[in-house]
Nanobody, 124 residues
Framework: QVQLVESGGGLVQAGGSLRLSCAASGRTFSNYAMGWFRQAPGNERMFVATISGNGDNRYYLDFAKGRFTISRDNAKNTVYLQMNSLKPEDTAVYYC?????????????????WGQGTQVTVSS
């Protein structure tokens, strides 16, 4: 069983930055891709970014390109999401997830394990 714990969320003004972290345990971290998703009240959980097991392949949804950066430190069993130029529409609960294998995934069905989420609120 893989356990994931997110941290780093909070309240920030529009234009500000946050770095989310997700610490993983339970299996070999480098063997699986990681993803970030977000969910606002009343909306479905939405893909944000993914990174392959060894970190050499990344993919972002269009809204995140140029503002968000996903990275990982396999020595620390941690994946990060650096978020810059935040907008009020970025307000959501952000979840990290571990995929079934090392290949990047863009849908919730490709991920086997999920954290509890961390709240990000961007004020206008």
């Amino acid at each position: 069983q893989v356990q994931l714990v997110e941290s780093g969320g909070g309240l920030v003004q529009a234009g500000g930055s946050l770095r989310l972290s997700c610490a993983a345990s339970g299996r070999t971290f480098s063997n699986y891709a990681m993803g970030w998703f977000r969910q606002a009240p009343g909306n479905e959980r939405m893909f944000v970014a993914t990174i392959s097991g060894n970190g050499d392949n990344r993919y972002y949804l269009d809204f995140a390109k140029g503002r968000f950066t996903i990275s990982r430190d396999n020595a620390k069993n941690t994946v990060y999401l650096q978020m810059n130029s935040l907008k009020p529409e970025d307000t959501a609960v952000y979840y990290c997830a571990a995929a079934y294998d090392s290949a990047i995934r863009t849908s919730t069905g490709g991920y086997a394990y999920w954290g509890q989420g961390t709240q990000v609120t961007v004020s206008s």
